[in-house]
């Protein structure tokens, strides 16, 4: 069964309040993000700097004039010099987006495409035709204007409106009734969905590995008091694409191992279900209070050796710089890590960890930081992440005397406590059959200038031996805002492999690809990305400054870390490589 607009009342009056239609106060609208037909990550509440967000309602199937468009484009290009956005919004769920692109290109669109594939943001907004425009005040969020295409000099009279005050807010622009002009949006049925039967399965599989006693949220969905308690801002975090996190651009790359994200029927499903009042099962046990979690400290079993960081002592408030923290192994012979694993001491305030290993002939403090500049990582933590366990009978070799130094990332959390993260080694008895490697397609010389919202980046990993991919990690700090990576393989083709759309520096995801990809002598791996340097990024420690690469939190990382394993790297060839470097270092 379809629906159209009218059986979605319920829906809107939830997720949009029409406070009777008064000149003054407007509609009120939800955060949402949502991805552009280019892969782009667009977010409302991001635009709290600017005057006005224009949207029309788009289709690719949608008779449009070539004239219709070109006077749209037209009404963007008067607005140039202006704080305004202008968007077209698909939200028709063809959320196909090769015959967006496509559609795009022959009605000489430029403008971003915004792909609502649940629907959700297009119901949330209020529009139910083809051609409806909406205008809306980022600032309070809320709808200051409603035509159709057919209207844009109306349009037009709003934005000037909402745009014309020298300072201070807007005018209030009367929310004008419209009549739609073009074919009607047909919705998914929103359902009946139950909780134990529909809701539940989607919680275990998306939220309550984070989300349960002892996990790594700060809230545990232990029964469905708390799940209804904290609807509301799940259906926040779910519209805004904030949960779960670690979210990739599912259109592109490769396939990610438990890649994060709901798919479209799960999301309709729960929003649809917190928009009914989340409503329990009358009369039935709830599942939610049956699950039962492992509560082994190390989730590999026992490891075959222990470590334990120095005890770092947190003080309850305050922005901590990332400490660099050499751990002594001890090692008095190589050994072939199979996986490795951390245990943090305090979840609370370690927000993440990345293990570089310093070679025997770093000595110095400086010596042992240029391996983190170098950006070769063998492991880390961060919330959320699996421990590093390499695959396919292969391991990572600490030659003897190496040590690690450790990236430590703090944050404070109102309370001092001490920290004592615990690191588990897991070894081969025999040297494995292949090596896995680190690398890093990154950029260490830049200056992101004060306020810039999308200063660009690259970085290139030449891979000069056959090799298979693994695993990719961006690594960025507060400024971070998106990266992904593009294999060139050496006969001119390029294929993308990762893209996150939304990088957030609290997370920093290994994406382990669930086939490892082929890459032939030659491929250049490049990692693209932008850092967010304004002050409409809320993790950006102060917009006024420029920013330059450095190991300190105040500083910027770039680097596409990638684990790979080539062809022809034994244990064997790699020992005897290593061999001949420690004889060279130590003789010099
Ligand atoms: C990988 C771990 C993880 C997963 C999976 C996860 N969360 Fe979270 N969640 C967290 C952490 C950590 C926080 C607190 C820090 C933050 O907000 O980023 C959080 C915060 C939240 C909050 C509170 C936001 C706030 O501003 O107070 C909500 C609501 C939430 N999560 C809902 C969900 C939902 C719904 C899912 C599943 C669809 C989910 N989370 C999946 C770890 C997770």
């Given at each position: 069964?379809?629906?159209?607009?009218?059986n979605?009342?319920?829906?809107?009056?939830?997720?949009?309040?029409?406070?009777?239609?008064?000149?003054n106060?407007?509609?009120?609208?939800?955060?949402?993000?949502?991805?552009?037909?280019?892969?782009?990550?667009?977010?409302?509440?991001?635009?709290?700097?600017?005057?006005?967000?224009v949207?029309?309602?788009?289709?690719?199937?949608?008779p449009?004039?070539q004239a219709?468009?070109?006077?749209?484009?037209g009404?963007?290009?008067?607005f140039?010099?202006?704080?305004?956005?202008?968007?077209?919004?698909?939200?028709?769920?063809?959320?196909?987006?090769?015959?967006?692109?496509?559609?795009?290109?022959?009605?000489?669109?430029?403008?971003?495409?915004?792909?609502?594939e649940?629907?959700?943001?297009?119901?949330?907004?209020?529009?139910?035709h083809?051609g409806?425009?909406?205008?809306i005040?980022?600032?309070?969020?809320?709808?200051?204007?409603r035509?159709?295409?057919?209207?844009?000099?109306?349009?037009?009279?709003?934005?000037?409106?909402?745009?014309?005050?020298?300072?201070?807010?807007p005018?209030?622009?009367?929310?004008?009734?419209?009549?739609p002009?073009?074919?009607?949006?047909?919705?998914?049925?929103?359902?009946?969905?139950?909780?134990g039967?529909d809701?539940?399965?989607?919680?275990?599989?998306?939220?309550?590995t984070?989300?349960?006693?002892?996990?790594i949220?700060p809230w545990?969905?232990?029964?469905?008091?708390?799940?209804?308690?904290?609807?509301a801002?799940?259906?926040?975090?779910?519209?805004?694409?904030?949960?779960?996190?670690?979210?990739?651009?599912?259109?592109?790359?490769?396939e990610?191992?438990?890649a994060?994200?709901?798919?479209?029927?799960?999301l309709?499903?729960?929003?649809?279900?917190?928009?009914?009042?989340?409503?329990?099962?009358?009369?039935q046990t709830?599942?939610?209070?049956q699950?039962?979690f492992s509560?082994?400290?190390?989730?590999?079993?026992?490891?075959?050796?222990?470590?334990?960081v120095?005890?770092?002592?947190i003080?309850?408030?305050?922005?901590?710089?990332?400490?660099?923290?050499?751990?002594?192994?001890?090692?008095?012979?190589?050994?072939?890590?199979?996986?490795m694993?951390?245990v943090?001491?305090?979840?609370q305030?370690?927000?993440?960890?990345i293990?570089?290993?310093?070679?025997?002939?770093?000595?110095?403090?400086r010596?042992?930081?240029?391996g983190?500049?170098?950006?070769?990582?063998?492991?880390?933590?961060?919330?959320g992440r699996?421990?590093?366990e390499?695959r396919?009978?292969?391991g990572?070799?600490?030659?003897?005397?190496?040590?690690?130094?450790?990236?430590?990332?703090?944050?404070?959390?109102?309370?001092a406590?001490?920290?004592?993260?615990?690191?588990?080694l897991?070894?081969?008895?025999?040297?494995?059959?292949y090596v896995?490697?680190?690398?890093?397609?990154?950029?260490?010389?830049?200056?992101?200038p004060?306020?810039a919202?999308?200063?660009?980046?690259?970085?290139?990993?030449?891979?000069?031996?056959?090799?298979?991919?693994?695993?990719?990690?961006?690594?960025m700090?507060?400024?971070?805002k998106?990266?992904?990576?593009?294999?060139?393989?050496?006969?001119?083709?390029?294929?993308?492999?990762l893209?996150?759309?939304?990088?957030?520096?609290?997370w920093?995801?290994?994406?382990?690809?669930?086939?490892?990809?082929?890459?032939?002598?030659?491929?250049?791996?490049?990692?693209?990305?932008?850092?967010?340097?304004?002050?409409?990024?809320?993790?950006?420690?102060?917009?006024?400054?420029?920013?330059?690469?450095?190991l300190?939190?105040?500083?910027?990382?770039?680097?596409?870390?990638?684990?790979?394993?080539?062809?022809?790297?034994?244990?064997?060839?790699?020992?005897?490589?290593?061999?001949?470097?420690h004889?060279?270092?130590?003789?010099?």
């Open positions: 069964m379809k629906y159209t607009l009218s979605l009342a319920l829906i809107c009056s939830l997720v949009y309040s029409f406070p009777s239609f008064s000149a106060i407007s509609p009120s609208v939800s955060d949402f993000a949502l991805l552009d037909h280019q892969g782009k990550f667009h977010q409302l509440s991001y635009f709290g700097d600017q005057q006005a967000v949207i029309l309602a788009q289709s690719s199937m949608a449009y004039t219709q468009i070109r006077a749209f484009q009404l963007t290009e008067r140039v010099d202006q704080d305004v956005v202008f968007y077209l919004l698909n939200g028709t769920g063809e959320g196909d987006r090769g015959t967006l692109v496509k559609a795009a290109k022959s009605q000489g669109i430029s403008l971003p495409i915004l792909m609502d649940t629907q959700l943001v297009t119901a949330g907004l209020g529009l139910s083809i409806q425009i909406v205008l005040n980022p600032r309070g969020r809320h709808v200051t204007f035509g159709t295409i057919d209207q844009l000099p109306e349009v037009e009279a709003a934005l000037v409106a909402m745009t014309s005050q020298q300072t201070g807010q005018r209030p622009v009367p929310d004008t009734q419209h009549k002009s073009g074919p009607a949006i047909t919705f998914a049925d929103p359902g009946q969905a139950t909780y039967a809701i539940v399965p989607i919680l275990k599989t998306h939220c309550v984070c989300h349960r006693d002892g996990g949220a545990a969905m232990s029964s469905h008091t708390m799940v209804q308690g904290w609807s801002m799940m259906r926040e975090v779910l519209l805004t694409r904030r949960m779960p996190p670690g979210q990739t651009d599912p259109h592109v790359g490769k990610i191992e438990d994060a994200g709901l798919s479209t029927a799960e309709q499903t729960l929003v649809h279900w917190i928009d009914r009042g989340a409503p329990a099962d009358a009369g709830d599942p939610l209070t699950l039962t509560t082994a400290r190390f989730s590999l079993g026992e490891p075959d050796m222990t470590f334990k120095p005890a770092q002592e003080p309850a408030t305050g922005v901590i710089d990332y400490r660099y923290i050499p751990v002594e192994l001890n090692l008095d012979k190589d050994v072939w890590v199979r996986a694993e951390f943090p001491g305090d979840r305030v370690l927000h993440h960890v293990a570089y290993v310093s070679s025997p002939a770093d000595k110095s403090v010596g042992r930081e240029t983190a500049a170098r950006g070769e990582s063998v492991g880390g933590f961060a919330p699996q421990p590093d390499f396919d009978n292969s990572r070799l600490l030659t003897k005397g190496s040590n690690l130094l450790l990236q430590m990332h703090y944050t404070t959390s109102g309370k406590t001490v920290d004592e993260t615990e690191i588990g897991y070894l081969y008895d025999e040297p494995p059959a896995m490697s680190g690398g890093v397609a990154g950029q260490r010389r830049f200056l992101v004060p306020h919202k999308e200063y660009r980046l690259q970085g290139e990993q030449l891979i000069e031996r056959d090799a298979y991919l693994y695993e990719m990690n961006p690594h700090h507060f400024r971070g998106y990266m992904n990576y593009t294999a060139e393989y050496p006969d001119g083709t390029r294929e993308i492999l893209s996150v759309p939304k990088y957030n520096f609290n920093q995801f290994n994406y382990r690809l669930k086939e490892p990809l082929f890459l032939p002598a030659g491929t250049r791996l490049i990692a693209k990305g932008a850092m967010d340097n304004s002050a409409q990024n809320p993790s950006n420690p102060d917009p006024s400054k420029p920013v330059h690469f450095g300190q939190t105040k500083h910027e990382m770039f680097f596409g870390f990638t684990t790979l394993r080539y062809v022809g790297d034994t244990p064997q060839r790699i020992s005897r490589a290593n061999a001949k470097t004889s060279a270092s130590s003789g010099r």
